[in-house]
């Protein structure tokens, strides 16, 4: 990873100090970790806290403190594969790609499909 210039970022054990007049500097996403890492940290992250099989990366978004990431999830595996249930979970990450939160977005029958592309 590459190295980190500017200030440390401040998390719950310290907040902004007084001596830095409360504000951080603006940031540049050059000195985070990029697009694909994220995507890679998210699906990783995800097994561990599911112990769950990940099925792919649905989306990856900078967001203003790091990097959103979709993640989709199979919750129940069945025989023929076409009933599994998966699931679709967003991940919250801050600029290094700390765990900030998580969260379930929906459950589905695997080739569902998803309901905002079906024609009208």
Same mark, same amino acid.
């Given at each position: 990873?590459?190295?980190?210039?500017?200030?440390?970022? +401040?998390?719950?054990?310290?907040? +902004?100090?007084? $001596?830095? *007049?409360?504000?951080?500097?603006?940031?540049?996403? /050059?000195? $985070?970790?990029?697009?694909?890492?994220?995507? $890679?940290?998210?699906?990783?992250?995800?097994?561990?806290?599911?112990? +769950? &099989?990940?099925?792919? %990366?649905?989306?990856?978004?900078?967001?203003? $403190?790091?990097?959103? %990431?979709? %993640?989709?999830? %199979?919750?129940?595996?069945?025989?023929?594969?076409? *009933?599994?249930?998966?699931?679709?979970?967003?991940? &919250?990450? &801050?600029?290094? *790609?700390?765990?900030?939160?998580?969260?379930?977005?929906?459950?589905? +029958?695997?080739? /569902?499909? &998803?309901?905002?592309?079906?024609?009208?």
């Amino acid at each position: 990873m590459p190295a980190r210039q500017g200030t440390e970022r +401040k998390h719950a054990s310290g907040g +902004k100090g007084a $001596d830095d *007049g409360g504000e951080e500097p603006p940031r540049t996403r /050059s000195a $985070d970790i990029p697009a694909a890492a994220a995507a $890679d940290m998210g699906l990783r992250m995800m097994s561990e806290l599911t112990g +769950k &099989d990940t099925e792919s %990366v649905t989306r990856v978004e900078p967001s203003d $403190d790091g990097w959103l %990431v979709g %993640v989709e999830i %199979v919750e129940d595996r069945r025989i023929p594969s076409s *009933g599994d249930t998966l699931a679709l979970y967003e991940i &919250d990450l &801050d600029m290094e *790609g700390e765990l900030l939160s998580y969260r379930r977005v929906r459950r589905y +029958k695997r080739g /569902s499909g &998803d309901p905002a592309e079906s024609p009208r």
